[in-house]
């Protein structure tokens, strides 16, 4: 292992400092799971910043505006809180899917987004449900949309110095609701092979109004599939509808052949994942 | 580069122990404080031989940094049972051959106590799915899934 | 000893004697010992698959002020064995993880940064990585000077083909001649690993003038000894190797990997040495089970007579010749079904892959999923059910085996017609659900077993044994030493001492323990009874003849006395010194187990994954002296197997690296991935064995095999041939239907 330099802060303030005047390489901890893994190969010298002791960062906190999440909340904690499952259980599933019980007791939502892997699974759930990452820098605050957060394989647009400070997702319209499903070769532990997160909104006859159709594991970074969407929309998401928003989401993906998954396999399987996450969201926002 | 002084309650002694800001709570574990219950089968995360409950969490002790457990509460396999007694769990897994090799077991006992706290009544199915990060190679997981449920009918029984 | 016997002690439930240590930790395995002034050591090993080494410079790492020694090839003592390339390379890199050298130093992170500073010359070469790229005409070779053995004509130049052997009873051409259907298939099967949960470690000291000692798990701590001393040229006199609890064998952990390099740099530092494997060094560098191409024909006439049967295996042997099961694949393929016209020819084949190991029956696996997933498709095609057809052909006493002996008593129909009465059988399937049934068969083997029982002077004994303890046979050899001596179980406390106190006991491997450790272990007790009885005598002033031993008492049967064990015991001195019973022996008449297993699998059609949704395994046991650790190799063995079927293989990219090092990609089943295993002993047993016993660890991961092949054939309507069925190929097969 290589020499790692260890602070852990009280504040969001202390943080940023840290993270800014950092003369090394600096990492940020929140439950590790994913950055303890990937420090056996660090080459050089790091500076390792746990936030777990700022409590904004490790609060969950639902109100009529919606969920403020502190970004290190652990998802066995998180993925506990029926409140929250009852707004986003979309959102809640895609989080309790990492990894194993004793994963669960440490990962995190934030951590999940910022280590920003193709595959990661509450990303499409966030996407879908238009959560707002808010990032605190020396020069200040800003927001960028989930959506937009992940750049690449492993990348994010945080700059140096900058940290994930909130995540912050909208209260859904009425009627509306979301759900997550991903595929594995096995039951638990493995990393999505295709994922799928649909938020649906539904009109008083059943009838789709909105809709957010977003594919992970199957491209560089989770994509938003407009053209899924409006094959929902307008319809009641009858099997011609749902094939359609399959297709589009299957024509959307720009998967791999890797390890886990042939191209083949994850453009035809994250259609069927759409089709079935659809489902079970209108289910959910039809109650 | 100069070591850690950390300070954790381990089974409900407080102990003091020295580390390197990058060494995990698994190596501290086995290699600082004699604890060598806790095994080492991936250092990944990925196989649960290495479970422990931190602050009453199960967690993977390969994915925890020793310097975070400072002032923390950490539960291994040491501190289930008493020295004249086995834990329910414990006795269990020895009357159902619940094991073969025994190294997934110590990661199995301390799960299946984190499981029965959580939920004193799970359904095969829930028990299977909480203890899929314990890997085992030897039994194909029956009888360990039989064991567990019948300690929590004794448990329950019992409480 | 044909029919069922009552015994008291074998055949009950008890709590295994290294239970309680198990189950708190307590118990020490091969990474759990640190002794004073230990220091870490690290390997070196190749990043390529196949590359020639023109150089390793080691300077810029033993400059390091924490490096204590460093070690190549060239500090093998004993460099012309043939074992100590795998040890340490010499000349060739040879598969992707390969060890180069390596490192000793005060702390592991010094280790590590002192492996990084290594420089080593590699001319990468072209890797071969399949049966088809090592037998193609252009293929680069791996072993410059290996001539195939075994063939007709000996080749006049070198290839990657180690070896051809060939089998044939009767007279397939006429068999085939004889038949209705004839079918032939090719099948694949992948490389894949025992996953052992515990990786390989050893803690060692090299003392100069008085006994080195090695502590490791290992399946056979004598093979340890004799390996190591031969590579450091020690007498084995000089050389102690303690077993220490051992997390997972599975054949993997016959092979000596780390001892020897570890000694070379305990001696080279003066301090004992701990090394282990990191999970992805175990998946790299231990050895994996045979990656294979067979092709199997079968011919049968209408009423379901097979007339004869034929197959050419391809075996992978890895990057040394003849390492492959090759052997054992060839003998058990056929060996289920009495058919006068067998005929099986098989390859050794190298590759740029790890040196093949033993996983549990060896080589059988492979083999028999060709031959039982044919027989399921040919009794479809007849209209036969699986089951029936196979008990119209099955193998039973006296059927001449194609290897050579005939089979005594065997229990092959009784196992058949379990199944046909299960539970499972019975049930009705539903939509996209399959069901496939598979026979299969292992002889298991005897050798050699050195028992000592010592009996105490409180009349308590222990019985010390050499046979590493893999799945619980220390309780079975409490029973059966008080089976023999007809005193309650927990009488007796069972061993595995170290090799300075027991003379050599074989690997524990081959389903042999409670075959001939257990025989061993009751010869001891017998010979106990046998002195028990003189020294009773002699107190009684009678001969040994007069003497009953009968339910833990000495009697007198010419006139007044009983005696206990504890009298004896406490008297023994005064009546000619300590009791102690010996058993050294080569166990004969091991007697093969053969399974059957029902697997019924649901396929989502959508995405091609399977789910196991019930699993039925029956075995015959013999007889069995534990039933609760029987079972557990039942299930054991089905629960490896359906990994094998379903998720399990190593993915190698085009540079022949292995991608999936881990437990994360490297699938091996997870509690929520299997149903209940009902487990179902049979019980014919071997007369050969005063119980009755057959091993009975190894079939059992034969039969999932073609059992889940041929359930997840059925449940999509496509004959799937390669394994594993993960969901991608089952897709891609229902997609092009």
Same mark, same amino acid.
């Not at chain 1, 009529?64 to 909340?73: N, T």
């Not at chain 3, 007498?235 to 390099?261: C, N, Q, R, W």
């Given at each position: 292992?290589?020499?790692?330099?260890?602070?852990?802060?009280?504040?969001?303030?202390?943080?940023?400092?840290?993270?800014?005047?950092?003369?090394?390489?600096?990492?940020?901890?929140?439950?590790?799971?994913?950055?303890?893994?990937?420090?056996?190969?660090?080459?050089?010298?790091?500076?390792?910043?746990?936030?777990?002791?700022?409590?904004?960062?490790?609060?969950?906190?639902?109100?009529?505006?919606?969920?403020?999440?502190?970004?290190?909340?652990?998802?066995?904690?998180?993925?506990?809180?029926?409140?929250?499952?009852?707004?986003?259980?979309?959102?809640?599933?895609?989080?309790?899917?990492?990894?194993?019980?004793?994963?669960?007791?440490?990962?995190?939502?934030?951590?999940?987004?910022?280590?920003?892997?193709?595959?990661?699974?509450?990303?499409?759930?966030?996407?879908?449900?238009?959560?707002?990452?808010?990032?605190?820098?020396?020069?200040?605050?800003?927001?960028?949309?989930?959506?937009?957060?992940?750049?690449?394989?492993?990348?994010?647009?945080?700059?140096?110095?900058?940290?994930?400070?909130?995540?912050?997702?909208?209260?859904?319209?009425?009627?509306?609701?979301?759900?997550?499903?991903?595929?594995?070769?096995?039951?638990?532990?493995?990393?999505?092979? !295709?994922? *799928?997160?649909?938020?649906? %909104?539904?009109?008083? +006859? $059943?009838?789709?109004? #909105? @809709?957010?159709?977003?594919?992970? &594991?199957?491209?560089?970074?989770?994509?938003?599939?407009?053209? !899924?969407? *409006?094959?929902?929309?307008? %319809?009641?998401?009858? +099997? $011609?509808?749902?094939? #359609? @928003?399959?297709?589009?989401?299957? &024509?959307?993906?720009?998967?791999?052949?890797?390890?886990?998954?042939?191209?083949?396999?994850?453009?035809?399987?994250?259609?069927?994942?759409?089709?079935?996450? #659809?489902?079970?969201?209108?289910?959910? &926002?039809?109650? | 580069?100069?070591?850690?002084?950390?300070?954790?309650?381990?089974?409900?002694?407080?102990?003091?122990?020295?580390?390197?800001?990058?060494?995990?709570?698994?190596?501290?574990?086995?290699?600082?404080?004699?604890?060598?219950?806790?095994?080492?089968?991936?250092?990944?995360?990925?196989?649960?031989?290495?479970?422990?409950?931190?602050?009453?969490?199960?967690?993977?002790?390969?994915?925890?940094?020793?310097?975070?457990?400072?002032?923390?509460?950490?539960?291994?396999?040491?501190?289930?049972?008493?020295?004249?007694?086995?834990?329910?769990?414990?006795?269990?897994?020895?009357?159902?051959?619940?094991?073969?090799?025994?190294?997934?077991?110590?990661?199995?006992?301390?799960?299946?106590?984190?499981?029965?706290?959580?939920?004193?009544?799970?359904?095969?199915?829930?028990?299977?799915?909480?203890?899929?990060?314990?890997?085992?190679?030897?039994?194909?997981?029956?009888?360990?899934?039989?064991?567990?449920?019948?300690?929590?009918?004794?448990?329950?029984?019992?409480? | 000893?044909?029919?069922?016997?009552?015994?008291?002690?074998?055949?009950?439930?008890?709590?295994?004697?290294?239970?309680?240590?198990?189950?708190?930790?307590?118990?020490?395995?091969?990474?759990?010992?640190?002794?004073?002034?230990?220091?870490?050591?690290?390997?070196?090993?190749?990043?390529?698959?196949?590359?020639?080494?023109?150089?390793?410079?080691?300077?810029?790492?033993?400059?390091?002020?924490?490096?204590?020694?460093?070690?190549?090839?060239?500090?093998?003592?004993?460099?012309?064995?043939?074992?100590?390339?795998?040890?340490?390379?010499?000349?060739?890199?040879?598969?992707?993880?390969?060890?180069?050298?390596?490192?000793?130093?005060?702390?592991?992170?010094?280790?590590?940064?002192?492996?990084?500073?290594?420089?080593?010359?590699?001319?990468?070469?072209?890797?071969?990585?399949?049966?088809?790229?090592?037998?193609?005409?252009?293929?680069?070779?791996?072993?410059?000077?290996?001539?195939?053995?075994?063939?007709?004509?000996?080749?006049?130049?070198?290839?990657?083909?180690?070896?051809?052997?060939?089998?044939?009873?009767?007279?397939?051409?006429?068999?085939?001649?004889?038949?209705?259907?004839?079918?032939?298939?090719?099948?694949?099967?992948?490389?894949?690993?025992?996953?052992?949960?515990?990786?390989?470690?050893?803690?060692?000291?090299?003392?100069?003038?008085?006994?080195?000692?090695?502590?490791?798990?290992?399946?056979?701590?004598?093979?340890?000894?004799?390996?190591?001393?031969?590579?450091?040229?020690?007498?084995?006199?000089?050389?102690?190797?303690?077993?220490?609890?051992?997390?997972?064998?599975?054949?993997?952990?016959?092979?000596?990997?780390?001892?020897?390099?570890?000694?070379?740099?305990?001696?080279?530092?003066?301090?004992?040495?701990?090394?282990?494997?990191?999970?992805?060094?175990?998946?790299?560098?231990?050895?994996?089970?045979?990656?294979?191409?067979?092709?199997?024909?079968?011919?049968?006439?209408?009423?379901?007579?097979?007339?004869?049967?034929?197959?050419?295996?391809?075996?992978?042997?890895?990057?040394?010749?003849?390492?492959?099961?090759?052997?054992?694949?060839?003998?058990?393929?056929?060996?289920?079904?009495?058919?006068?016209?067998?005929?099986?020819?098989?390859?050794?084949?190298?590759?740029?892959?790890?040196?093949?190991?033993?996983?549990?029956?060896?080589?059988?696996?492979?083999?028999?999923?060709?031959?039982?997933?044919?027989?399921?498709?040919?009794?479809?095609?007849?209209?036969?059910?699986?089951?029936?057809?196979?008990?119209?052909?099955?193998?039973?006493?006296?059927?001449?085996?194609?290897?050579?002996?005939?089979?005594?008593?065997?229990?092959?129909?009784?196992?058949?017609?379990?199944?046909?009465?299960?539970?499972?059988?019975?049930?009705?399937?539903?939509?996209?659900?399959?069901?496939?049934?598979?026979?299969?068969?292992?002889?298991?083997?005897?050798?050699?077993?050195?028992?000592?029982?010592?009996?105490?002077?409180?009349?308590?004994?222990?019985?010390?044994?050499?046979?590493?303890?893999?799945?619980?046979?220390?309780?079975?050899?409490?029973?059966?030493?008080?089976?023999?001596?007809?005193?309650?179980?927990?009488?007796?406390?069972?061993?595995?001492?170290?090799?300075?106190?027991?003379?050599?006991?074989?690997?524990?491997?081959?389903?042999?323990?409670?075959?001939?450790?257990?025989?061993?272990?009751?010869?001891?007790?017998?010979?106990?009874?046998?002195?028990?009885?003189?020294?009773?005598?002699?107190?009684?002033?009678?001969?040994?003849?007069?003497?009953?031993?009968?339910?833990?008492?000495?009697?007198?049967?010419?006139?007044?006395?009983?005696?206990?064990?504890?009298?004896?015991?406490?008297?023994?001195?005064?009546?000619?010194?300590?009791?102690?019973?010996?058993?050294?022996?080569?166990?004969?008449?091991?007697?093969?187990?053969?399974?059957?297993?029902?697997?019924?699998?649901?396929?989502?059609?959508?995405?091609?994954?399977?789910?196991?949704?019930?699993?039925?395994?029956?075995?015959?046991?013999?007889?069995?002296?534990?039933?609760?650790?029987?079972?557990?190799?039942?299930?054991?063995?089905?629960?490896?197997?359906?990994?094998?079927?379903?998720?399990?293989?190593?993915?190698?990219?085009?540079?022949?690296?292995?991608?999936?090092?881990?437990?994360?990609?490297?699938?091996?089943?997870?509690?929520?991935?299997?149903?209940?295993?009902?487990?179902?002993?049979?019980?014919?047993?071997?007369?050969?064995?005063?119980?009755?016993?057959?091993?009975?660890?190894?079939?059992?991961?034969?039969?999932?095999?073609?059992?889940?092949?041929?359930?997840?054939?059925?449940?999509?309507?496509?004959?799937?041939?390669?394994?594993?069925?993960?969901?991608?190929?089952?897709?891609?097969?229902?997609?092009?239907?």
């Amino acid at each position: 292992m290589v020499s790692v330099v260890f602070e852990a802060p009280d504040s969001i303030e202390g943080a940023v400092n840290l993270l800014a005047n950092s003369k090394i390489k600096t990492n940020v901890l929140a439950g590790g799971t994913d950055l303890i893994i990937q420090m056996q190969g660090f080459k050089e010298e790091r500076l390792v910043v746990d936030v777990k002791k700022i409590p904004s960062m490790m609060q969950a906190t639902l109100s009529d505006d919606g969920l403020s999440l502190g970004p290190s909340v652990p998802c066995a904690e998180l993925t506990a809180r029926e409140d929250i499952k009852d707004v986003y259980p979309g959102l809640v599933e895609s989080a309790y899917l990492i990894g194993s019980t004793q994963v669960q007791g440490r990962c995190s939502v934030g951590g999940n987004l910022c280590n920003s892997s193709p595959a990661a699974d509450t990303i499409p759930a966030l996407i879908a449900n238009n959560a707002q990452c808010v990032i605190v820098g020396l020069n200040g605050e800003r927001s960028v949309a989930a959506e937009d957060f992940v750049a690449g394989v492993g990348q994010n647009i945080m700059e140096k110095g900058e940290l994930l400070a909130k995540i912050n997702i909208p209260r859904p319209a009425a009627n509306t609701s979301d759900a997550y499903l991903r595929f594995i070769p096995r039951t638990e532990m493995d990393i999505a092979v !295709a994922g *799928a997160g649909v938020s649906i %909104t539904l009109d008083a +006859d $059943g009838t789709c109004t #909105a @809709a957010r159709v977003v594919i992970g &594991a199957v491209a560089i970074t989770a994509l938003l599939v407009p053209d !899924a969407a *409006a094959a929902l929309i307008g %319809t009641k998401l009858d +099997d $011609g509808a749902l094939q #359609a @928003a399959a297709d589009a989401a299957s &024509a959307a993906s720009k998967p791999i052949t890797d390890r886990r998954g042939t191209v083949e396999f994850r453009t035809h399987v994250v259609g069927v994942l759409v089709k079935r996450a #659809a489902k079970i969201a209108a289910q959910r &926002a039809g109650v | 580069m100069t070591k850690s002084h950390i300070t954790a309650t381990i089974n409900g002694d407080v102990r003091e122990f020295l580390c390197e800001p990058s060494d995990t709570l698994l190596q501290s574990l086995r290699d600082e404080l004699g604890l060598t219950g806790t095994k080492e089968g991936c250092g990944s995360g990925d196989c649960g031989a290495c479970s422990v409950t931190l602050n009453g969490r199960l967690v993977c002790s390969c994915l925890v940094l020793a310097v975070e457990v400072d002032g923390a509460e950490v539960g291994t396999v040491e501190g289930i049972g008493e020295p004249d007694k086995l834990h329910v769990i414990q006795q269990k897994f020895l009357e159902h051959a619940a094991l073969q090799c025994g190294i997934c077991t110590p990661g199995l006992i301390v799960s299946t106590k984190a499981l029965l706290e959580e939920n004193p009544a799970p359904t095969e199915e829930e028990a299977r799915y909480y203890l899929a990060g314990n890997l085992c190679r030897c039994t194909g997981y029956d009888k360990i899934i039989k064991a567990v449920m019948d300690a929590a009918e004794t448990m329950r029984g019992a409480a | 000893m044909s029919e069922a016997q009552d015994y008291k002690y074998i055949g009950q439930r008890t709590i295994r004697p290294d239970g309680y240590d198990k189950v708190t930790g307590r118990a020490n395995y091969a990474a759990d010992l640190a002794l004073p002034g230990m220091i870490w050591a690290k390997v070196l090993r190749s990043p390529h698959a196949h590359a020639r080494i023109r150089s390793i410079d080691t300077s810029k790492a033993e400059a390091l002020p924490d490096v204590m020694a460093v070690a190549t090839h060239v500090d093998i003592p004993n460099q012309a064995n043939p074992g100590a390339i795998n040890i340490l390379a010499k000349d060739k890199a040879l598969y992707h993880g390969h060890a180069i050298a390596g490192v000793a130093a005060k702390t592991e992170a010094a280790a590590e940064a002192a492996l990084a500073l290594i420089e080593v010359d590699y001319e990468v070469l072209p890797p071969i990585m399949s049966i088809e790229d090592a037998m193609a005409d252009s293929a680069a070779l791996i072993h410059e000077d290996l001539i195939t053995k075994g063939m007709a004509e000996q080749p006049t130049s070198p290839s990657n083909v180690s070896s051809r052997m060939e089998m044939n009873k009767g007279d397939v051409a006429a068999g085939f001649a004889e038949a209705d259907v004839i079918l032939e298939r090719e099948f694949r099967t992948p490389t894949v690993h025992q996953g052992y949960i515990e990786p390989h470690a050893c803690t060692v000291r090299f003392d100069e003038d008085g006994q080195s000692m090695i502590w490791c798990s290992t399946q056979g701590h004598f093979g340890v000894r004799a390996t190591t001393a031969a590579l450091l040229n020690l007498e084995h006199s000089k050389l102690k190797v303690i077993a220490s609890e051992i997390g997972g064998g599975f054949g993997g952990k016959t092979v000596v990997y780390l001892e020897p390099l570890a000694l070379i740099l305990s001696k080279k530092s003066g301090r004992p040495v701990k090394i282990q494997m990191d999970r992805d060094e175990v998946f790299k560098a231990s050895g994996p089970g045979s990656a294979t191409r067979n092709k199997v024909k079968i011919g049968a006439k209408k009423d379901g007579t097979i007339t004869a049967m034929e197959a050419h295996l391809y075996y992978e042997s890895g990057a040394f010749p003849g390492a492959a099961p090759l052997g054992p694949g060839c003998m058990t393929i056929f060996t289920p079904y009495d058919v006068p016209n067998q005929y099986v020819e098989g390859f050794d084949v190298v590759v740029n892959k790890a040196k093949v190991a033993a996983y549990r029956a060896p080589g059988a696996p492979q083999s028999e999923y060709a031959c039982e997933m044919l027989i399921n498709e040919l009794a479809d095609e007849l209209g036969i059910d699986p089951i029936d057809f196979r008990l119209q052909n099955a193998a039973k006493e006296d059927t001449q085996t194609l290897y050579g002996p005939k089979l005594k008593a065997v229990g092959l129909v009784e196992c058949l017609e379990a199944a046909k009465n299960s539970a499972q059988y019975k049930s009705a399937l539903e939509k996209n659900q399959g069901r496939g049934v598979s026979s299969g068969f292992w002889f298991n083997i005897g050798g050699v077993s050195s028992v000592i029982i010592n009996m105490n002077e409180d009349g308590t004994g222990t019985i010390l044994e050499g046979s590493p303890d893999i799945g619980g046979s220390r309780a079975s050899m409490q029973m059966m030493a008080a089976e023999e001596l007809q005193m309650p179980t927990d009488t007796f406390s069972a061993i595995i001492p170290d090799t300075a106190h027991i003379a050599h006991s074989d690997t524990t491997g081959g389903s042999r323990t409670t075959f001939a450790t257990g025989m061993a272990v009751v010869e001891a007790a017998a010979d106990i009874v046998t002195q028990f009885k003189e020294r009773a005598a002699a107190v009684w002033n009678v001969t040994p003849e007069q003497v009953e031993w009968k339910d833990g008492v000495a009697i007198n049967i010419s006139g007044d006395g009983k005696m206990t064990a504890a009298e004896i015991c406490a008297a023994a001195g005064r009546t000619g010194g300590q009791i102690t019973g010996l058993g050294n022996i080569n166990a004969r008449g091991a007697g093969p187990s053969f399974a059957v297993h029902i697997a019924d699998i649901e396929v989502d059609t959508d995405t091609g994954k399977s789910d196991v949704i019930r699993y039925t395994a029956i075995q015959d046991a013999g007889k069995a002296i534990h039933p609760g650790y029987v079972e557990g190799q039942y299930q054991g063995g089905a629960a490896q197997g359906i990994g094998w079927a379903l998720n399990e293989e190593y993915i190698f990219n085009k540079d022949g690296l292995l991608e999936n090092p881990g437990f994360l990609d490297y699938r091996i089943p997870l509690a929520s991935d299997l149903p209940m295993i009902e487990a179902i002993i049979v019980e014919v047993p071997n007369s050969f064995h005063p119980f009755g016993v057959r091993g009975v660890g190894e079939t059992g991961i034969i039969p999932p095999l073609a059992a889940c092949g041929t359930a997840v054939s059925k449940a999509i309507g496509i004959r799937m041939s390669e394994l594993p069925l993960s969901p991608p190929r089952v897709l891609k097969a229902i997609l092009e239907a």
